[in-house]
């Protein structure tokens, strides 16, 4: 078999130029309001086990590409649960909760957003129902029902999970935390996603004086992560770098809607790998703060998936072994392949000035998964 490292192999499927980019901090941060953001960061750095996670130099990687700098935010530290999910999810039970004891929440989950549900309903002692899909790993239901949550599995995909918790939840009076907002429910999709800008405070707190980031890299399954960043920027940097969304192929429904100039819901017919990323609708308040703030929309096959993997284990893009799970990826294979595409690398402006931000936005949250990763990426390298 060919080495994957042939640059001819690293390619992108696809990318868009947004046409629609018009980057106001004021019109971002109206639609995820500071004041959300200050409460979601003082109360999860007050929890006992709060710490920042790690800021990595990909400094191997930038050099085989002619970069600047590359920084990977090492969300696989985050508290015991592997991802950056942690700090929205639980962050959003305590909220809604308001200190009483005597609610269910609930959510619809591919993973790692339903473990910060049922970790945050676990501290505050709440009843808690975890719906999945048949797509699922039992490694990762496991996971869930460790924090004493109920788990719902429900036949197809993602999608069909949220339907059946959102009947559910209305019929029982549950009350849903789930991080995609749709009308008259934008309120805890907030709360999720300030959570997530936690990121953004570390990072620049992290990231050396005389730096600034050009270019950040962001993968997107719904899209809260990548909108919550954007805000973090918004609040927190004085100068706005490229921004970049990173989707599978199988399920780019934010290309598809930067494209089209509104949210378009796609069928996705073919699970992809990073099943925390396969999506087929964008979120209501991320896209609203998307649609104006993305530079460009990448999508990527499945096939660089293991072998970035494979590569961050063992420490070939960094002095550091890095753990990331599938869905870590993507920031990389999308840096990977516009910049052995010249013409795409300088339609992006990425040379020897750039300093770019990928997200390792979690680690082996599914070690049975993993491991087959590295298998698989071992005969690839």
Same mark, same amino acid.
């Given at each position: 078999m060919k080495t994957i490292n042939r640059k001819i192999l690293w390619?992108?499927?696809?990318?868009?130029?947004?046409?629609?980019?018009?980057?106001?901090?004021?019109?971002?941060?109206?639609f995820l309001p500071e004041k959300i953001i200050d409460e979601a960061i003082k109360s999860i750095s007050s929890w006992k086990s709060y710490r920042s996670t790690p800021l990595i130099r990909l400094n191997k990687l930038s050099s085989e590409l002619n970069l600047g700098e590359i920084y990977y935010k090492d969300e696989s530290k985050r508290f015991s649960l592997k991802s950056f999910k942690a700090l929205g999810g639980a962050f959003a039970v305590e909220k809604i909760a308001d200190?009483?004891?005597?609610?269910?929440?609930?959510?619809a989950t591919a993973g790692n957003h339903g473990r910060s549900v049922a970790w945050g309903? $676990?501290?505050?002692? @709440?009843?808690?129902?975890?719906?999945?899909?048949?797509?699922?790993?039992? &490694?990762? /239901?496991?996971?869930?029902?460790?924090?004493?949550?109920?788990?719902?599995?429900?036949?197809?995909n993602y999608d069909n999970s949220l339907k059946e918790c959102?009947?559910?939840?209305?019929?029982?009076?549950?009350?849903?935390?789930?991080?995609?907002?749709?009308?008259?429910?934008?309120?805890?999709?907030?709360?999720?996603?300030?959570?997530?800008?936690?990121?953004?405070?570390?990072?620049?707190?992290?990231?050396? $004086?005389?730096?600034? @980031?050009?270019?950040?890299?962001?993968?997107?399954?719904?899209?809260?992560? &990548?909108? /919550?960043i954007v805000a973090g920027i918004a609040k927190y940097s004085k100068k706005i770098p490229k921004i970049i969304i990173v989707e599978p192929d199988k399920a780019d429904c934010i290309l598809k809607s930067i494209r089209k100039k509104k949210p378009i819901k796609i069928r996705i017919s073919d699970e992809s790998i990073m099943g925390g990323m396969s999506c087929g609708e964008v979120s209501k308040v991320a896209w609203n703060i998307l649609n104006r703030s993305v530079n460009y929309c990448v999508s990527i096959p499945d096939t660089m998936v293991a072998p970035v993997a494979f590569l961050l284990a063992n420490?070939?893009?960094?002095?550091?072994?890095?753990?990331?799970?599938e869905c870590a990826t993507p920031g990389i294979i999308a840096l990977k392949g516009i910049c052995f595409n010249q013409k795409l690398r300088n339609e992006v402006k990425l040379?020897?000035?750039?300093?770019?931000?990928?997200?390792?936005?979690?680690?082996?949250?599914?070690?049975?998964?993993?491991?087959k990763l590295l298998k698989l990426g071992k005969k690839l390298v």
């Open positions: 390619s992108i499927t696809n990318i868009i130029k947004n046409k629609n980019y018009n980057f106001s901090k004021t019109d971002i941060l109206n200190g009483r004891k005597d609610i269910t929440v609930s959510t309903s $676990k501290k505050l002692g @709440l009843k808690c129902k975890i719906f999945i899909s048949e797509n699922v790993s039992e &490694a990762r /239901a496991k996971a869930i029902k460790k924090f004493g949550a109920k788990v719902i599995r429900v036949k197809g959102i009947k559910q939840s209305k019929k029982n009076n549950w009350k849903i935390v789930q991080d995609v907002s749709w009308n008259n429910y934008e309120y805890v999709p907030q709360l999720i996603m300030a959570g997530y800008c936690l990121m953004v405070k570390e990072i620049f707190n992290q990231i050396k $004086k005389n730096k600034s @980031l050009t270019h950040v890299f962001l993968q997107a399954g719904v899209g809260g992560m &990548a909108a /919550a420490k070939k893009y960094s002095i550091n072994k890095i753990e990331a799970g040379n020897k000035n750039s300093n770019v931000l990928v997200f390792g936005c979690e680690g082996a949250t599914d070690k049975q998964m993993y491991n």
